[in-house]
């Protein structure tokens, strides 16, 4: 069953451009790996989602070496509105999601 | 505005008391689910419904319910909970099964206190 680790939290400062990385060691052939942004008092969002390499859209990149074992978000050019809670998730074909605990990032001016 | 919404977003109630969170989803999704978030913990999976059948029930407490009426709604009955049982409910749709990690549209939460 994976488990997902991620870091607590993360300090950065507008314009730059923020890594988190999270480790799932057991992760299964059929697992994908999904990324989540929560706000205070507002569900979690989705961002991004991957199964190997690189995967991009207009928000984020998210890498992933070849042995899967670990993943990470990649947030160019932050604003101050990215401070919020980031979690990781891996997706199990046995309706298992296992999410991260999230880690806190705030952006500093 | 993700087009899931729950009510209530607050409640505090005693151990005895019999309440029900409700979730409805606008999107014409398959599935739905709910979650419980505690402080710096990940989030739960408690129930996971497809097509209004229960596909997902991760050692969940009787005292929590599930009730799925149809595909756009969803309940949660609780009953006699206890303090510990405090904390963020979260429902969530999406269109598939939830294989894979289909991506999730999550309501805003209710916010349970139970005294």
């Known amino acids: 069953l994976a488990k997902t680790t991620q870091p607590i939290s993360m300090d950065s400062y507008e314009g730059q451009e923020v890594n988190i990385t999270c480790s799932h060691n057991n992760i299964a052939t059929n697992d994908y790996i999904t990324w989540y942004q929560q706000f205070p008092s507002q569900g979690p969002r989705f961002i991004i989602q991957?199964?190997?390499?690189?995967v991009t859209n207009e928000v984020a990149s998210l890498f992933i070496p070849a042995d899967r074992k670990s993943s990470t978000l990649s947030l160019p050019r932050v604003s101050l509105s990215d401070t919020a809670v980031y979690y990781c998730?891996?997706?199990?074909?046995?309706?298992?999601?296992?999410w991260g605990a999230g880690t806190k990032l705030i952006i500093k001016p | 505005e993700t087009g899931v919404t729950q009510t209530p977003r607050h409640l505090v109630m005693g151990m005895t008391n019999k309440k029900s969170l409700k979730c409805e989803q606008h999107l014409g999704h398959n599935a739905m689910y709910w979650y419980k978030q505690s402080a710096k913990k990940p989030l739960e999976l408690m129930f996971v419904?497809?097509?209004?059948?229960?596909?997902e029930n991760n050692s969940v407490p009787s005292r929590f319910s599930p009730e799925c009426p149809n595909s756009s709604h969803l309940f949660l009955h609780l009953h006699t909970l206890q303090p510990e049982d405090s904390a963020l409910y979260l429902c969530?749709?999406?269109?598939?099964?939830?294989?894979?990690?289909?991506?999730?549209?999550f309501g805003p939460g209710t916010r349970l206190t139970v005294l």
């Open positions: 998730l891996v997706g199990n074909s046995n309706y298992q999601l296992i």
């Open positions: 991957g199964y190997k390499t690189k």
């Open positions: 969530a749709s999406s269109q598939g099964t939830g294989l894979f990690g289909d991506e999730q549209f």
């Open positions: 419904y497809n097509f209004k059948e229960q596909t």
